[in-house]
């Protein structure tokens, strides 16, 4: 069938929406009718060239929600009708990281950047023959798409899907960084650095946490003030106009978490987060850099490291695994103990994605969504 789809064809370079052939789904797959999809900054990493893509042109988007019209031979526990999300971690179940709980390390995330199906083959086709890969097995920048049975969700179909998509990266991701790689106990002095669509969701799960003082750092007047409305006690320009607060607060031992989660963490800003610990403070790396930046962190040494005992976490996707977090998160909504509605600052039509991470970039949403026909 045809479709349409954003498509990168250069990198550094911009979305360029499409119609392309879309093939029938194979065995152990589905053929789903996107309904949403979140612009996470992921997507606008590969963009930019931050992280590199191995097959160009490559079809973005890993935060989506739909409905399956179609499945293919071997498929198990879907049929058509159900409604899903997306999962850009396609958990094997059986591997070593598996079988530990940690679906999030599953060795199938080798697939995230590659772009290919499992048996080495792609769905989706230009109008000139050429195979375009699909981020994280996923590509959900499409109005349909093919996806492999093990990178989708089902999920209860009484949940909006245009609100359900947040789920499938940014809320599980920011809201895991906090409960569980951070570990935030009750009365914590927390610091959220970057406070976008994963950085809300850190707050957010802070809050539920039982921190006493969550403190939203962000360069971004308008995300400092909306950060009050998803948990945060209060709101600073940066961790270092924070830290007089953060010392009143814990006798000038430093905070017991810091979470980053800005669209690009550079090495001053893991300085900035080490530093802004007490000893035996945790801190969560959940942001990412330029995969080829190096160069010394500032304030960080083997000593400091060794004698204050602070722990550097990095957080993939939460740390919780997909099938577990994405239904959890989801009841909490249903129940009133998450906010989903608030995080959508704008609705996009395909056509205007540049436009949309645009936004994003100028940091005028919390969340940009794109909308499909259908």
Request: aromatic share 6%; charged share 20%.
């Amino acid at each position: 069938m045809k479709t349409r789809a954003a498509v990168l064809r250069e990198a550094p370079g911009r979305w360029s929406v499409e119609e392309v052939e879309l093939d029938d789904p194979q065995v152990g797959e589905v053929l789903v009718q996107m309904v949403a999809t979140g612009l996470c900054h992921s997507d606008d990493h590969m963009a930019a060239g931050d992280i590199p893509v191995f097959h160009l042109p490559m079809a973005g988007g890993h935060e989506g929600a739909g409905v399956v019209r179609k499945v293919g031979p071997g498929v198990t526990g879907l049929e058509v009708g159900d409604h899903i999300v997306t999962s850009f971690i396609p958990g094997c179940g059986t591997c070593r990281w598996c079988a530990m709980g940690m679906q999030n390390l599953c060795d199938n995330g080798i697939k995230l950047m590659l772009g290919d199906q499992f048996d080495g083959t792609f769905r989706m086709h230009g109008a000139d023959g050429a195979d375009i890969a699909t981020m994280g097995m996923l590509g959900c920048f499409a109005e349909w798409q093919v996806y492999d049975q093990l990178s989708v969700v089902k999920i209860a179909k009484d949940i909006p899907l245009e609100l359900a998509c947040l789920v499938a990266c940014g809320v599980q991701t920011g809201f895991g960084s906090a409960t569980t790689a951070g570990n935030v106990q009750p009365g914590d002095v927390v610091i959220v650095a970057g406070v976008g669509g994963v950085g809300m969701n850190a707050l957010q799960g802070a809050r539920e946490s039982g921190a006493a003082h969550v403190i939203a750092v962000d360069p971004v007047e308008d995300k400092r003030k909306w950060a009050l409305d998803f948990g945060a006690t209060e709101s600073y320009e940066s961790i270092e106009a924070a830290m007089d607060r953060v010392r009143h607060l814990t006798n000038g031992q430093g905070a017991d978490v810091a979470i980053l989660t800005a669209g690009l963490v550079h090495n001053e800003l893991l300085g900035a987060g080490y530093q802004a610990i007490r000893k035996a403070g945790t801190l969560v790396v959940t942001g990412m850099s330029a995969m080829d930046e190096e160069g010394p962190i500032p304030g960080l040494n083997a000593f400091g490291l060794a004698m204050f005992q602070k722990r550097i976490q990095g957080a993939l996707y939460g740390m919780k695994s997909p099938r577990e977090a994405t239904p959890m998160l989801l009841e909490m909504y249903r129940v009133k103990k998450l906010k989903l509605d608030e995080l959508v600052t704008r609705t996009y039509s395909l056509d205007q994605i540049n436009e949309g991470f645009d936004d994003m970039r100028e940091g005028r949403n919390i969340r940009g969504v794109i909308h499909f026909p259908g």
